[in-house]
């Protein structure tokens, strides 16, 4: 049996956990149940209803998979794998929150004006053309500015908190034990880790606070959100930052032990996302991992595929129904890239791939 100390020190450690994922997951809901009668239903009054593949959401399911999420990120806590998160740890900053919440519901309008016109492209213009491939310039989800703005960064993480009613972060935590076996028995001081399409940062925030000594690279297309990610990782040391395509890193070959990619492959048109894949075999080390957190793909939750083929039609996601149809080790295997583990954690996939040679 466990010494006393230790029972009452990983209880008031459970307490914590389960206190804090709980009031976030219904700080999140409540916005998320602002913006969705605002966007109100999938076709505007007086278009024809889609066409839809798949049978009826399995709610029941849905809602034991959102909880078998939460309970599998406190057993990876419990385990040792990697930390209690920060909001466990500390009080949060309530005049952030109320800051952030404020211009959340405020933008919520704007979003939804844009899904009714279908405005998707308001940030495509000739001067942001010079700049960025086609592919990038489009109002993902809605967004206002899309990823190209300060304003744009410092609302992302509300936004996507929002989408996921609090999971998102730990959906990303579910990759922290891939990188703890990829690195395993490796002196962190040598090791290596890139993050393509790091966006403001968030998710190195949680691989920095893990492991604080691990050198690690942020990469992002957005000088806004690169900045932001700046921001966020200031405290910490041996971070580089980079700003370039994830398809084209201009970085060295074979100068990584471990390359992650969080969300980034369903925002990527079919030809990019093989190119993503071909640079990341470029750059990993012989024996490298890659590890990829993204959206479930159709057929990992039959239940849920409903859900994904709607999505793209509420959010503007335009390579979304592609992604949820790649063969992924296909993709990979193509590269020299090997698929030695998976896991669906509710809404997310985590996969992590080798290089052999």
Same mark, same amino acid.
């Given at each position: %049996?466990?010494?006393?100390?230790?029972?009452?020190?990983?209880?008031?450690?459970?307490?914590?956990?389960?206190?804090?994922?709980?009031?976030?997951?219904?700080?999140?809901?409540?916005?998320?149940?602002?913006?969705?009668?605002?966007?109100?239903?999938?076709? #505007?009054?007086?278009?024809?209803?889609?066409?839809?593949?798949?049978?009826?959401?399995?709610?029941?399911?849905?809602?034991?998979?959102?909880?078998?999420?939460?309970?599998?990120?406190?057993?990876?806590?419990?385990?040792?794998?990697?930390?209690?998160?920060?909001?466990?740890?500390?009080?949060?900053?309530?005049?952030? %929150?109320?800051?952030?919440?404020?211009?959340?519901?405020?933008?919520?309008?704007?979003?939804?004006?844009?899904?009714?016109?279908?405005?998707?492209?308001?940030?495509?213009? #000739?001067?942001?053309?010079?700049?960025?491939?086609?592919?990038?310039?489009?109002?993902?989800?809605?967004?206002?500015?899309?990823?190209?703005?300060?304003?744009?960064?410092?609302?992302?993480?509300?936004?996507?908190?929002?989408?996921?009613?609090?999971?998102?972060?730990?959906?990303?935590?579910?990759?922290?034990?891939?990188?703890?076996?990829?690195?395993?028995?490796?002196? %962190?001081?040598?090791?290596?880790?890139?993050?393509?399409? *790091?966006?403001?940062?968030?998710?190195?925030?949680?691989?920095?606070?893990?492991?604080?000594?691990?050198?690690?690279?942020?990469?992002?297309?957005?000088?806004?959100?690169?900045?932001?990610?700046?921001?966020?990782?200031?405290?910490?040391?041996?971070?580089?930052?980079?700003?370039?395509?994830?398809?084209?890193?201009?970085?060295?070959?074979?100068?990584?032990?471990?390359?992650?990619?969080?969300?980034?492959?369903?925002?990527?048109?079919?030809?990019?996302?093989?190119?993503?894949?071909?640079? *990341?075999?470029?750059?990993?080390?012989?024996?490298?991992? %890659?590890?990829?957190?993204?959206?479930?793909?159709?057929?990992?939750?039959?239940?849920?595929?409903?859900?994904? #083929?709607?999505?793209?039609?509420?959010?503007?996601?335009?390579?979304?129904?592609?992604?949820?149809?790649?063969?992924?080790?296909?993709?990979?295997?193509?590269?020299?890239?090997?698929?030695?583990?998976?896991?669906?954690?509710?809404?997310?996939?985590?996969?992590?791939?080798?290089?052999?040679?």
């Amino acid at each position: %049996m466990a010494p006393l100390n230790t029972m009452i020190a990983n209880g008031a450690k459970r307490a914590a956990y389960g206190a804090s994922q709980a009031a976030r997951v219904l700080w999140y809901t409540g916005h998320y149940a602002y913006g969705r009668r605002l966007m109100g239903p999938l076709t #505007e009054p007086g278009e024809a209803p889609y066409a839809e593949e798949f049978g009826p959401l399995d709610r029941d399911r849905l809602k034991s998979s959102f909880k078998e999420l939460f309970h599998r990120d406190w057993k990876n806590i419990e385990a040792g794998e990697y930390k209690l998160p920060k909001e466990s740890r500390r009080m949060p900053s309530f005049r952030r %929150m109320l800051r952030e919440s404020r211009d959340y519901l405020s933008d919520a309008q704007n979003v939804a004006r844009r899904k009714h016109t279908r405005g998707h492209s308001e940030v495509l213009t #000739e001067a942001q053309r010079a700049k960025y491939p086609r592919y990038y310039l489009q109002n993902f989800h809605y967004q206002t500015d899309g990823w190209l703005t300060e304003s744009s960064a410092e609302r992302y993480d509300m936004q996507v908190e929002t989408l996921f009613t609090g999971s998102a972060d730990a959906m990303r935590r579910q990759a922290l034990p891939r990188i703890r076996h990829a690195l395993s028995g490796r002196d %962190m001081t040598d090791a290596s880790l890139l993050d393509i399409g *790091c966006g403001v940062g968030r998710f190195l925030e949680s691989v920095k606070d893990n492991w604080p000594v691990l050198p690690v690279t942020a990469l992002d297309l957005s000088p806004a959100y690169l900045t932001k990610a700046q921001t966020r990782l200031g405290r910490f040391r041996d971070v580089t930052f980079v700003q370039g395509k994830a398809e084209d890193t201009q970085l060295a070959a074979q100068s990584y032990d471990v390359i992650t990619a969080v969300y980034l492959f369903h925002e990527l048109p079919p030809a990019i996302r093989q190119d993503v894949v071909a640079e *990341c075999a470029r750059l990993l080390k012989p024996g490298g991992k %890659m590890i990829i957190v993204d959206t479930i793909q159709y057929g990992d939750e039959s239940g849920f595929d409903i859900l994904l #083929e709607n999505f793209p039609r509420g959010f503007h996601e335009p390579y979304y129904d592609s992604y949820c149809r790649t063969d992924l080790s296909a993709l990979m295997d193509a590269e020299g890239l090997t698929k030695i583990d998976e896991t669906v954690a509710f809404l997310s996939k985590i996969s992590m791939f080798e290089k052999l040679v």
